[in-house]
Every structure is written in C-alpha cells, then in structure tokens.
C-alpha cells in the first residue's frame, strides 16, 4: 500500500499547480487540532472514527493527511465529481469575484440552473425550489405535501434516514442515527416497515404483496380516524442499509394507494440520484415511478451547501397560496454555478457511465468474496452505491456489528476510508465518488480480502 499512496500522490498536483499560488501554510500537529475539535466541535456521529485522520487536501478520489499518508475515499457520497476538481474551483472563483448574493436578485446562473434541473426531472416536474440541503430540502417537500393536500398525516418507511430539521427529523426513523427515534415520532408521522428483501419481516422478490398489504393497513387505521393523508416520502432503493432494491413493483402500488387517498408521492433522491445508481439519473427510474416531488442535495453541488426541491407547477402554487417560502443562499450565484458546473462534468466525463461499469465490476469482485468468508452474508446495492453485510450466521443473520467496526479500523490503517452504517452498524455502505477508477477498485476490493484474510 504504500507503493500505491506514492502512486497515488504522484497523480495528484500541489497545490502550487492547482490554485497558481503557495498555500502551504504551517498546520497544527494533527494530535493538538484533534484536542482543539473535541473541546469546541459539536459531538459527531456516533460512528465516526475515534481517531479521524486530519485531511489536508484531496484530489478524485483520493485524500491525503497532513502527515503525509494517502487514503482512498470511499464513503464519500458528497463529493460526486471528485475532490479537487480544477473546473469547479475556476467556475466557482470566476462568479466569487463577480458577485455572491441572495437569491432575492434576478441573475443569470440562477435562472439557468432551475432551467437545467427542470430539464432533467421528468414531464410535468418544472417547478424549482433551491435550498442549502437535503433536510432543508424534506422539510420543504413535507410542506408542500401539507399545503397541496390540506391534510397532515405523513407516511416514511422506518429505519430511513432524510435529515435533521424538524420535519425531515419526524419521518426519519432510523435507529442507529438516532435511538429515540421511534419513541418521539410526532402524531402525524406513520412509519411502515422497511421492504428489506434481505433482513426485513418478509423477505425475497415476491414480498411485494406483503409489503405493500403493510401501507395499505396503515392507511386503514387513518380512514378509521378520518384522518386524510398528505404525502409519502421514501428513497427508491433502501439506503440506510447499503442500498438494498426495493421489491419490483414497489412503488407502482404504493405510489397508487397514496394518491388514491390524495396523497403526494415524495422521492429523497438525496443519496441515489444524480447518477449514482448508474442505471439511471434518478433512483425512482428503477421502479419505473413519477413522484410528484423530487427531493436532491449532496452530489448536486459536490460538497457546497446545496439542495433543490422539484415539483409539478400546481403543488408549487398551493404553498404560494398559503405559506411562505424564502432561502437567504439558497440557489444563490455562486451556489448555481456551482450546481451547473457539476452537471457539466457529469455529462462531460461520463460518470454515470463510469458509476455503472466501475460498479458492476466492483460488486462482482465483492461477490466473490462472498463465496470465500462466510460472513459476508449479501453484497447489496448497484452503480456506485453498494453495501456489504456482515454477519455472524447466514440463517439467522445475526448483525456482525463489533467485527464491521473492527474491520473499518483495519481497512483506515490500509488507507481506505470505510464506515459502518445501517440500523445495525454490520454494513460497509460503498459510495465514492462517481470518477472512481476501476483500479482504486481493484484497490479497495484487495484490502478488504486482506484484512478479511488476516483477521482484524
Ligand atoms: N436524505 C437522505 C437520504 C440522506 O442520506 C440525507 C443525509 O445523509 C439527507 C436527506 C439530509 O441531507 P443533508 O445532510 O444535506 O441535510
């Protein structure tokens, strides 16, 4: 590994090269930054890393620490196009020094960024809100579902994950992000269980009956209290675990069963749309769905802050009519074209293209791992957007949790950045950037059947 680091650094400019002047200016010892970001650093994520590595720049997929050492990214569902793209820090410079305000004004980049994604949502869909996240996001789609339908009552699958502001908050109830989560759901929140094929209460292709029977029962406890309904929100493949399809037919039957009782079907493409699932742009394609409102974030600006709720004209209108809606830097120019100069890389280097036969190739190379270690109990997911999970016992498929994490410690030490995720903290959710190369791979897969082989 460490021939490969050379190799990788090697590629990578200094920063003289990328920005045209010197920015290596004197850095804390890693140690003391540490100490100075657990005093005043609000406390992360319950599995992040104990010791996280203090990065100093990053270049594609690749991040490299101050103290030298480089680590392949493989977690990193933010940064689409790679770190460090020239293209972005030229556009996003060239409108710095032109002008940066909010989107009160009318301005070029603005109007064409919500042109561009109107374009790319399906017919009908022509309706742009831009936002700073994926929460703020959710939070606003909910309101919308709220206004169009007159109703209240949401319906989310559990253990989903679609933000932290307070309504994307409500209908997120995942156990691992946030434990109380099924305790302190507000009354308008109905979760339904999970169509996980691979551990949920039925499992395999043709539980789609089933699964669909369990919204259709929670509705019949709303009509029982004459409760109407506004919206349904769900990812169209399940993410929280390592982005595990959703049965075929899904969401043909539930998206009906909603809007029959008027209902608005919402789509958090935040994690698998703009090309990560490969097959597609947006995730929802791979039920052969229309939602009536499309919710995006992270990849679309590759790091900045921000997000974009898609709708049908006549939805827009009704919170018009009745709320308020206004982001101080939401959409703003620069925010724009950062969101312009994305999708141009997208398109231009192929990275959907690159997303799907970078990851086949991937996920047949985890497979077969499958075949060697027992514990590697499924290899979920498509495109670049795949988890592996791992269990102590492929019948009853108890959640190898303390290994997972054990494992993501080793594999840091190998330089690979990993981390557990699902409720049960036992999968490796893959999602690095879409310019990931078949080598970095190749890279990833020999490391991991390295430390699966030596034991961690
Ligand atoms: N929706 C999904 C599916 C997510 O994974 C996330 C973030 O992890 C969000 C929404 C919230 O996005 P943000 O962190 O930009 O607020």
């Given at each position: 590994?460490?021939?490969q ?8 400019p200094?920063?003289?090269q ?50 030298g050492r480089?680590y392949?990214?493989?977690?990193n ?24 305000t ?21 017919e009908?869909?022509?309706t ?13 789609a ?25 309504a ?39 539980s ?17 209290r ?54 597609h742009?947006?995730g929802?394609?791979e ?83 499958g ?23 492929r ?26 995720t699902g ?8 999602k690095?950037?879409?310019c ?13 059947e390295?430390?699966?082989d030596?034991?961690?």
């Amino acid at each position: 590994t460490a021939g490969q680091a050379e190799a990788w650094r090697a590629l990578c400019p200094s920063p003289a090269q990328m920005l045209g002047f010197d920015c290596d200016a004197p850095l804390p010892a890693a140690g003391e930054l540490l100490q100075r970001r657990q005093r005043h650093f609000a406390r992360p994520q319950k599995n992040y890393y104990r010791q996280p590595p203090q990065i100093e720049r990053g270049w594609k997929e690749h991040l490299f620490d101050v103290e030298g050492r480089a680590y392949l990214d493989m977690v990193n569902n933010v940064t689409i196009v790679g770190h460090g793209h020239p293209r972005l820090s030229a556009a996003v410079g060239r409108q710095w020094s032109l002008l940066n305000t909010n989107s009160r004004f009318h301005y070029a980049s603005v109007a064409e960024f919500s042109e561009r994604l109107a374009g790319l949502a399906p017919e009908g869909l022509d309706t742009v809100f831009l936002v700073n996240s994926g929460s703020e996001a959710n939070d606003l789609a909910i309101r919308l579902a709220w206004a169009y339908s007159g109703a209240r009552h949401m319906l989310s699958l559990l253990e989903a994950y679609h933000g932290w502001t307070v309504a994307s908050d409500a209908v997120s109830t995942s156990i691992a992000d946030n434990p109380q989560a099924l305790t302190t759901r507000p009354d308008w929140v109905h979760a339904v269980i999970s169509p996980n094929t691979y551990r949920g209460a039925f499992r395999g292709e043709g539980s789609t009956v089933d699964y669909v029977r369990a919204v259709s029962e929670k509705l019949e406890e709303l009509d029982q209290r004459r409760e109407g309904l506004a919206g349904f929100i769900c990812e169209a493949v399940y993410g929280n675990a390592g982005g595990i399809p959703l049965p075929p037919g899904y969401l043909q039957a539930v998206y009906a069963t909603v809007r029959a009782r008027g209902g608005v079907c919402i789509a958090d493409e935040v994690q698998v749309g703009y090309g990560r699932l490969g097959h597609h742009f947006w995730g929802f394609e791979e039920q052969r769905v229309v939602p009536d409102i499309i919710t995006v974030a992270k990849g679309m600006g590759n790091g900045h802050p921000l997000g974009a709720v898609i709708t049908r004209r006549e939805i827009a209108e009704a919170l018009e009519k009745e709320g308020y809606f206004f982001s101080s830097a939401g959409g703003s120019p620069v925010s724009s074209v950062v969101g312009l100069t994305v999708l141009d890389i997208l398109h231009d280097e192929a990275l959907q293209e690159n997303a799907r036969t970078v990851g086949d190739h991937l996920k047949v190379r985890l497979q077969a791992l499958g075949e060697r270690f027992p514990m590697v109990g499924a290899v979920h997911g498509m495109g670049l957007y795949l988890g592996v999970e791992f269990v102590r016992d492929r019948e009853t498929l108890e959640p190898a949790t303390q290994e997972t994490a054990a494992i993501c410690d080793r594999l840091l030490e190998l330089g690979v950045i990993m981390q557990p995720t699902g409720d049960h903290l036992n999968v490796l959710k893959i999602k690095p950037p879409l310019c990931l190369s078949r080598e970095s791979a190749d890279f990833f897969a020999e490391m991991l059947e390295r430390v699966l082989d030596d034991g961690w």
